[in-house]
Structure formats: structure tokens, C-alpha cells
């Protein structure tokens, strides 16, 4: 059972941010700082990436540990079972510590990651089809301890990623249990 009220919970949950968050901010910051420029949440652009790098032809999305369900395997979930469509290299983590299946209204929650992640696989490959590169960076890569330090190695592996790989695709994360 929900402890907040319909409205605190509607309240609480109106105030969460879709873009300019603080991952977005401090990688967008260490780049920038870096010598990159980039567009940032272009609405010309589907799925709106949160950085896009026109001159490589590069799109990277930062993504919240809980909003896109990250290590959360939706086979083993019994509300999900029936919806699971297979295991997908983007979402094959295990045990990430930022996201807990939330315990009430578990069939909605089921059918919103599901969603999410339905979506997040249609973008990176329509990018891909594209031939656009895609870097998806994930929450935990720079959350914790250590985070000046995680920010600076994340920017590093994109840089590296832009400038001298010819990989399709990146994934970074971190803090998997």
C-alpha cells in the first residue's frame, strides 16, 4: 500500500524531471569543459537523446536506473511473465542497486518499465538503421561514491568512444551487485 496520499504522490511525482537532470548536467558539463559541443534534447531528433553529436553521428541517452528498469529481468517477474518479449543486450544487467521494483500497483509499474524499455530498443535501433552511433550511459555509472571521479572516467570513455572507435554502440554502467 502507497503511503503518500493521491495527491502527495501526484505531487511528488509531477516534480521529476525528463531532461536536464543531474547525470545529463555533470556529463554535459565534463564534455562540454572537454572541448565537445553538442544539441541537447533535440525535439527533431526521435526519442530525443540527451546529448546528439551531429559531426560523429552520435546520440547519447542518460538513463535513470529506476525509470528505464535497469537489471531488472522481466521474465522472472510474475506480473511481467506474460508480457516478456526475451532478453535484449541493452537490458541483460543484472542487480543494478538504483533500481527496486516498486511493491504496490506491481502490474502497472510492470506494464510502464516494459514500455520504456519497448521504446528505448525501437529508438537505438532506428539510430542504428541510421547508421547514428549510440552511447547509452546509465545512472549508476556516476552515482556513489567516488562520483567526481566516475563522471570524469564516463567522459573519458566517450570521448575515446567519439573520437577514435568505430563501435556502433556503448553502454556504460556501473555499481551492478
Known amino acids: 500500500m502507497d503511503v503518500l496520499s493521491p495527491e502527495s504522490r ?14 545529463e548536467k555533470q556529463i554535459r558539463s565534463a564534455l562540454f569543459r572537454a572541448g565537445f559541443r553538442y544539441r541537447i534534447c533535440d525535439k527533431r531528433y526521435p526519442g530525443k537523446p540527451d546529448l546528439i553529436f551531429p ?36 537490458y541483460a544487467h543484472e542487480g543494478c542497486r538504483y533500481f527496486r521494483f516498486p511493491s504496490s500497483n506491481q502490474e502497472f509499474w510492470s506494464n510502464k518499465f516494459r514500455c520504456n524499455r519497448e521504446r528505448d530498443e ?24 567516488n562520483s567526481r571521479r566516475r563522471i570524469e572516467n564516463v567522459k573519458n ?16 554502467s556501473g555499481n551492478l551487485l
Not at 10 to 23: C, G, L, Q, V, Y
Not at 162 to 169: A, C, K, N, Q, V
Request: aromatic share 14%; charged share 20%; net charge positive.
Open 157 to 172: 570513455q566517450i570521448m575515446q568512444w567519439l573520437e577514435e572507435s568505430g563501435d556502433p554502440y556503448l553502454e556504460i
Open 122 to 145: 525501437q529508438v537505438i535501433k532506428y539510430y542504428q538503421d541510421q547508421c547514428w552511433r549510440v552511447c547509452l550511459v546509465w545512472e549508476c555509472a556516476i552515482r556513489g561514491k
Open 10 to 23: 501526484h505531487k511528488a511525482m509531477s516534480h521529476i524531471r525528463s531532461k536536464d537532470t543531474r547525470p
Open 55 to 90: 559531426r560523429y553521428y552520435a546520440v547519447v541517452f542518460i538513463n535513470g536506473c529506476f525509470w528505464h528498469a535497469h537489471g531488472w529481468d522481466s521474465s522472472r517477474h510474475p506480473i511481467a511473465s506474460s508480457h516478456a518479449n526475451g532478453a535484449n543486450a541493452t
